[in-house]
């Protein structure tokens, strides 16, 4: 199953509207594309739970097993996270991106030797993703920065039609890294490619509000009308509204 | 051999797909496909242990990073779980891994009601014991027995768990029932059928402490009366005693009997213990004050019986009750309420 293949993200999150044709067919991919949906709308639990529907359906879908230990690791569930990229790879031993969420969730989890052995491992394997060198990327970023920017480069070029997803998770690491401009670079891109994505205009809004732009509060605005009532957002953007003018100029 | 994955054709037998490199075999059984999920309790442990963990990493001193990830992995893996099996098995309840230690469980269960009902024997003891070592085990297979690799570190780790569980299950106990005390019997009183070592429950209610009658049996904290020190000092243990006068009545011990206002009390019943049983006293209870009969080693003491002696042992204020006794627990072939 090739990833955001047939992505439609066109309606409100969590809401979807009715077909003429009546209810879709809940296959593998049908959840598959749901738990893609709840990923690009932040709302990592309910992807978690997609991703576990998809394998319900067919176990050997690997982007879902790759999916659920990411989730894992978005939800702050390391350990698990481990765990299960252990048993992903009891099925699929020769995965390079199984290694690699892996050692992202040993890096989250404050592991950095054993993060380094396993991203090793992901790199030296043959089938090297995108993903990889992203993960690869968030590893280095504080050793080597140039090693890091040339490994996104890379995750970037190898992304294909992944680029949309790729991309957001760049942006969310150079946000992360207090690298805020090449972050809203990325992230604008992303939003050209997923326009309905509440979790691309979140984090381009918080990006934006910490350089201190006026669009920022737009940009929060925009992302908790496509996901009403999202706690975060609503966090983001009455700090956003907090801010004064000297911090704003000061920011700047 | 047709791989379920990328539907290419493999040889008979093979193990994994030499297209995509899946593993074929498939084990027949239905393959659980949920994540297992970290308990929100966890989270500011795990959080806590990372912060360690990432002060280990920034610290500039090889040996430093050794102890803070040692102790970092031991806060994360070991102690939550030790933490919340404080009740045994509720870890494994919220991680919803009880089935692994169920039978643990039931025989702690078993043994713990064993050793409550057989409390204040041997057997008993022994019960309660063994329960804490269930309790023990149980905490232990959380995590611990996984992580810790070396033999020395989970005996040392059984040794603490163990003995913290001593002093909690002491204090629990305390907790749970605070009005409940027990103590060992020193009095032999044929006409109640008490014999020295019989275990007696005893409550604490302010209201029965206004309505001690004669022949009623309470828990103390005695005077220990010697040396030079005739005022005494508070025992730190209960001691049983039968009240044998109450305020205003006027007793006497004369040949080895109470007498109280002119009147002969039942030997059987109100029995003069061994160390007066030879000695002749009289006394006029005064107010808010009782004459208690009591087993003491006067020897013990090196001191000669006198009246002072005695007043300071024997006659007791009424806050200094602790507790009515109701019921006696041991034997078994005696336990019911005392009336």
């Known amino acids: 199953m090739a990833r955001f293949s047939q992505l439609e993200f066109d309606e409100t999150y969590p809401e979807r509207k009715k077909t003429l044709s009546g209810e879709p067919i809940r296959d593998a991919k049908y959840f598959y594309k749901e738990a893609i949906r709840s990923q690009l709308a932040g709302d990592f639990e309910l992807a978690l739970r997609n991703y576990s529907r998809t394998l319900e359906k067919n176990r050997m879908i690997f982007e879902a097993w790759v999916g659920q230990t990411l989730m894992l690791i978005e939800l702050g569930e390391y350990k698990e996270a481990i765990v299960w990229a252990d048993k992903a790879l009891e099925n699929f031993p020769d995965q390079s991106e199984l290694f690699a969420v892996k050692a992202l969730a040993y890096w989250r989890d404050s592991q950095p030797e054993k993060a380094i052995d396993s991203s090793d491992i992901s790199v030296s394997k043959n089938n090297v993703t995108s993903r990889v060198w992203l993960i690869r990327a968030e590893i280095m970023f504080n050793r080597k920065s140039t090693v890091a920017e040339s490994c996104m480069s890379k995750a970037i070029s190898l992304a294909g039609k992944e680029i949309g997803i790729i991309r957001l998770d760049t942006g969310r690491l150079l946000k992360n890294k207090k690298n805020y401009f090449a972050a809203i670079e990325h992230l604008n891109e992303v939003i050209r490619i997923f326009p309905q994505s509440p979790l691309a ?36 953007l009455s700090k956003c509204k907090r801010k004064g003018f000297f911090s704003k100029l000061f920011r700047r | 051999m047709k791989c379920e994955r990328c539907q290419f054709e493999n040889i008979p037998g093979s193990k994994t797909c030499v297209k995509c490199g899946v593993i074929l075999e498939s084990t027949g059984e239905q393959e659980n496909v949920y994540p297992p999920r970290m308990s929100k309790l966890a989270a500011p442990i795990r959080y806590l ?16 990073i050794l102890s803070v990830s040692w102790i970092s992995s031991f806060l994360d893996d070991i102690i939550t779980g030790l933490v919340f099996s404080v009740l045994p098995g509720f870890a494994h ?4 891994r009880f089935k692994e230690i169920r039978w643990l469980f039931i025989v702690w269960l078993m043994l713990i009601m064993s050793g409550l009902f057989l409390y204040g024997s041997t057997a008993g003891v022994i019960c309660i014991g063994m329960a804490i070592g269930a309790h023990t085990a149980i905490a232990i297979q959380y995590k611990a027995l996984q992580e810790l690799e070396s033999i020395f570190k989970i005996f040392l780790l059984i040794i603490i768990v163990f003995i913290s569980l001593l002093f909690a299950y002491r204090g629990i106990s305390g907790r749970i029932i605070p009005n409940l005390t027990g103590s060992y019997s020193t009095l032999e009183i044929p006409g109640l059928n008490m014999a020295a070592g019989d275990y ?5 209610n302010p209201e029965d402490k206004l309505n001690i009658k004669r022949g009623d049996l309470v ?21 049983v005693v039968q009240i044998v006068a109450t305020a205003g009545e006027r007793l006497e011990i004369k040949d080895g009997v109470f007498i109280i206002n002119g009147q002969k009390l039942d030997p059987n019943t109100f029995p003069v213990q061994q160390w007066l049983k030879n ?5 006029t209870i005064q107010e808010n004050s009782y004459f208690i009969s009591i087993q003491y080693n006067v020897n013990a003491n090196n001191m000669d019986l006198n009246d002072e002696y005695i007043n300071n042992v024997c006659i007791i204020n009424s806050n200094d009750i602790e507790s009515k006794i ?3 627990w041991m034997p078994l072939m ?3 309420l005392i009336k």
Request: proline share 2%; net charge positive.
């Open chain 2, 219 to 239: 828990l103390i904290y005695p005077n220990i009366v010697g040396g030079h020190n005739m005022e005494g000092v508070k025992s730190r243990t209960y001691t």
């Open chain 2, 200 to 204: 007696l429950l005893g409550w604490n």
């Open chain 2, 49 to 64: 242990a990372r912060l360690i963990r990432r002060c280990g990493i920034l610290s500039a001193k090889r040996i430093m």
């Open chain 2, 326 to 328: 109701f019921m006696r």
């Open chain 2, 334 to 336: 005696k336990k019911g």
């Open chain 1, 201 to 236: 205009w979140y984090e381009l809004g918080c990006c934006q509000s910490e350089l201190g732009f006026s669009q920022a509060k737009a940009t929060i605005e925009q992302s908790l009308k496509l996901r009403p009532n999202w706690k975060l957002a609503k966090t983001a």
């Open chain 2, 279 to 283: 000695y002749s006293y009289s006394v």
């Open chain 2, 93 to 96: 309840l919220i991680q919803k």
